[in-house]
């Protein structure tokens, strides 16, 4: 019987020369909606007749949506001879499959959870014996037990924006810790929490000054907000990405909020120091994420890099109106789940946030 792996294993030789040959047997239709990078698709269907195109020089892993065609595929190349294993869960567990990167920046320590199947960044910021958490996913239980490795309690927690793409965890790890609940009133949220005011500053740490301050930038949703480091680092959310910047078009108010995010960008983000590191909430395709190693830039290495940044605000919000597309699956129904307005299941709305983020406007 071929081996089982779980996706987890796959994290520390992704992208080497040590990673399997990522062989994806589900349907085109499937893999063209959503992959894992650099894998390559032979539907099981058309496997046996394709065994040519499977390498005999390198471990095998196979892949489907969530594990029952990959098993098939594996044990029909055993049968050829061709040594293969299964990744346990398929996509719908590279969804749910993190690593962290741990950083110190201005006093703090700043650990960066990635979720790599889907694209999303989330951060525990923490100093002395506090911390705060921007932008959890629903896996609570990875910022709890992460705190709790570093001695540290949960006090804020914090969304960027209203989430289309994702389930936010913001109330479910706040009801948990008994943290506060810190949330931008401009978008609308249907449940107790502690309004966010432009300008507001969370001291963690007192002995090293340490404070998150929030800045309000409407853009990609009225309520978009970043938060601030210190000089050493800004949480961006979906308003800057380290490949392009945050899509205006999910409220059906594309050129007002494209209007907000140029004016966002202009004011609130380009003035900042170049040292300062971008730490968005997403990554696309087209940027490389490495084990161990942070998914971030400096400011001063993006202006040079992503037009957008220099365009007039015409050409700005001209570009921003033609180049957005593919808006994310059930974006409607996450947005009234994120919001309060749900009557689906926490099981049921997670099925549907499956696949890629769509938050970033295409270079």
Not at 147 to 167: C, E, Q, S, Y
Request: a negative charge; aromatic letters at 6%.
């Amino acid at each position: 019987m071929p081996e089982v792996r779980t996706a987890e294993s796959l994290l520390s030789v992704f992208g080497t020369a040590e990673s399997p040959f990522l062989l994806d047997v589900r349907e085109p239709d499937e893999f063209a909606e959503w992959a894992i990078p650099n894998a390559v698709n032979i539907p099981l269907g058309t496997l046996e007749s394709r065994l040519g195109e499977v390498p005999s020089d390198q471990a095998i892993l196979v892949i489907c949506a969530k594990g029952a065609r990959a098993q098939a595929g594996a044990e029909l190349l055993v049968t050829h001879g061709i040594d293969a294993a299964v990744m346990d869960g398929g996509m719908a567990a590279w969804a749910t499959t993190y690593d962290t990167v741990e950083v110190a920046l201005a006093g703090a320590t700043v650990v960066q959870l990635r979720r790599r199947g889907k694209g999303c960044l989330s951060y525990l910021v923490g100093a002395g014996s506090e911390a705060a958490v921007i932008d959890p996913s629903m896996d609570i239980d990875r910022y709890i037990n992460l705190a709790a490795k570093h001695g540290f309690r949960i006090t804020h927690v914090f969304d960027t924006h209203l989430h289309a793409d994702h389930v936010s965890g913001g109330r479910a790890l706040a009801a948990a810790t008994g943290a506060a609940l810190v949330l931008n009133p401009a978008d609308t949220f249907h449940y107790s929490y502690t309004p966010l005011t432009d300008g507001l500053s969370v001291e963690l740490e007192h002995n090293v000054h340490l404070t998150v301050e929030a800045v309000s930038a409407p853009g990609h949703t009225q309520g978009s907000t970043v938060y601030r480091l210190g000089n050493a680092a800004l949480f961006t959310g979906d308003t800057l990405f380290l490949e392009s910047v945050g899509r205006p078009d999910l409220a059906d108010q594309a050129e007002e909020f494209a209007h907000a995010l140029y004016n966002t960008l202009h004011q609130r983000v380009l003035p900042l120091p170049d040292d300062i590191l971008i730490l968005p909430a997403h990554w696309g395709d087209a940027v490389p994420v490495h084990f161990g190693e942070l998914v971030t830039a400096r400011l001063g290495d993006l202006r040079p890099v992503l037009p957008a940044l220099a365009y007039s605000e015409e050409d700005f919000v001209n570009w921003a109106m033609t180049h957005v597309k593919d808006r994310p699956p059930n974006y409607v129904e996450i947005v009234k789940f994120n919001i309060g307005d749900s009557t689906l299941s926490t099981e049921e709305i997670g099925e549907m946030e499956l696949g890629p983020n769509r938050c970033a406007i295409a270079q």
